[in-house]
């Protein structure tokens, strides 16, 4: 069966997503987003992508919190709105608003829908979900609906895939495969759309009033290109060409660059994966990498981590790499299997979920490369790569088929 260009590039998008959240199916060339959260209390955190929350400490075990009143799987690891408080997506249709272990309100996406495994906030609590049908919902603190807007073009035929919302102080910013990133403002007022001419990788940021987006051609002949935005207007205001490059992570702020993980082919046809820094309107710095990119996140040094996985039928496992803000490699650790969601950084740690002897788990390192803890999880099938870090320094996870919580505590 034949598919074209926009057919794969809408299935790669959806496989990035899903395993982000744990889901079983082959990791695709995109990244997973960073651990990236919003809300009142996470303000400082959209314009970075690391946690300033507490201290961090190594997990020695794992508190369980089955929750009330919600039923399904969960798509997403918590977005915080408050100390207790945050929203969930459930693979039944549902946006959960939580406060400890029970679901004050639900809201059930219209006619059926199915959200994206990816939700956002705004400053005022306003929470953003896109559904697999194209349409972008707003729903308040309280879990009533407050507006909807369609994303999908003028051709309804168009097959186009939608990346992670980003919330800002009042609005929401949302890119599609087709090139389009829009804002709306908290009451649904469209602010500005644009155009881009390619599509856009799942992931965008803000940082120091600048929008940051990648504009991938999702093709290694093609060059892809990261953008410098006016976050008021969209208006560009720089471009920075990776000459023969495609994205295939990121962008993420780590200190004053935004870093993209990037791969060419050669001409025996493998791939060749990079790490890439821009700032000032060009590329500060590139350094090769082991393996292929898939999430990227930072610390307040502006030390970056690289999350990966194998590149070779020779090598399937994970990797994380740090590198200093002057593009020098600071360590390496590899890992059993792949690591397909970007570290989660809080304080003085850093953490991902892989297998050690085949047991899967929460693994903690410090921000210089030494092991920490190594914390397994049993009786699950299935749990969620991506991690949240909460309000008091607690690394937390999601089953994926039920509807738990997992905290790491000391």
């Known amino acids: 069966m034949q598919y074209s260009q926009q057919h794969l590039w809408l299935l790669s998008w959806l496989l990035s997503l899903l395993a982000a959240c744990g889901g079983r199916g082959h990791s695709s060339d995109q990244a997973s987003p ?48 408050g100390r207790f408080r945050y929203a969930l997506l459930t693979d039944r249709g549902a946006l959960a608003i939580v406060e400890g272990d029970t679901a004050l309100y639900q809201f059930h996406f219209p006619n059926g829908e199915r959200a994206y495994p990816a939700i956002a906030a705004d400053s005022a609590g306003m929470l953003y979900a896109i559904t697999t049908r194209g349409t972008l919902h707003a729903v308040g603190p309280d879990g009533v609906g407050q507006w909807s807007k369609s994303l999908r073009p003028a051709d309804t035929n168009a097959i186009v895939g ?13 890119g599609t495969t087709a090139g389009i990133l829009t804002c709306y403002s908290s009451d649904g007022r469209q602010r500005w759309s644009i155009q881009l001419g390619a599509g856009i990788a799942p992931q965008i940021c803000h940082a120091n009033g600048v929008l940051i987006a990648a504009i991938s051609h999702n093709d290694y002949a093609i060059s892809d290109t990261v953008l410098m935005l006016d976050p008021a207007t969209g208006a560009r205001r720089s471009a920075v060409p990776l000459v023969g490059f495609r994205v295939l992570a990121g962008p993420a702020v780590v200190g004053s660059a935004a870093i993209v993980g990037v791969a060419r082919r050669t001409g025996d046809g493998t791939r060749q994966p990079f790490l890439v820094a821009v700032a000032d309107g060009s590329a500060r710095w590139q350094q090769p990498l082991p393996l292929m990119p898939r999430g990227i996140s930072g610390d307040q040094l502006g030390n970056s981590y690289i999350t990966g996985t194998g590149t070779t039928a020779e090598f399937t496992g994970g990797m994380l790499v740090s590198f200093d803000g002057a593009g020098s490699r600071r360590w390496e650790k590899f890992f059993e299997s792949e690591l397909t969601s970007a570290a989660a950084v809080s304080g003085s740690y850093l953490y991902v979920v892989s297998r050690r002897e085949g047991r899967t788990g929460l693994f903690t390192y410090d921000h210089d490369g030494q092991f920490a803890a190594f914390v397994p999880v049993a009786n699950l099938a299935d749990i969620s790569s991506r991690i949240t870090i909460s309000p008091v320094a607690e690394p937390l996870l999601v089953a994926v088929d039920t509807c738990v919580v997992l905290r790491g505590t000391e």
């Open 34 to 81: 960073a651990n990236m959260s919003g809300g009142a209390i996470a303000d400082a955190r959209r314009d970075n992508n690391y946690a300033r929350f507490g201290n961090g400490a190594p997990a020695e075990k794992f508190r369980w919190t089955l929750l009330r009143g919600v039923r399904g799987g969960l798509l997403t690891p918590p977005l915080y709105l």
């Open 162 to 174: 939608y990346g992670q919302p980003l919330g800002m102080a009042d609005g929401v910013i949302v």
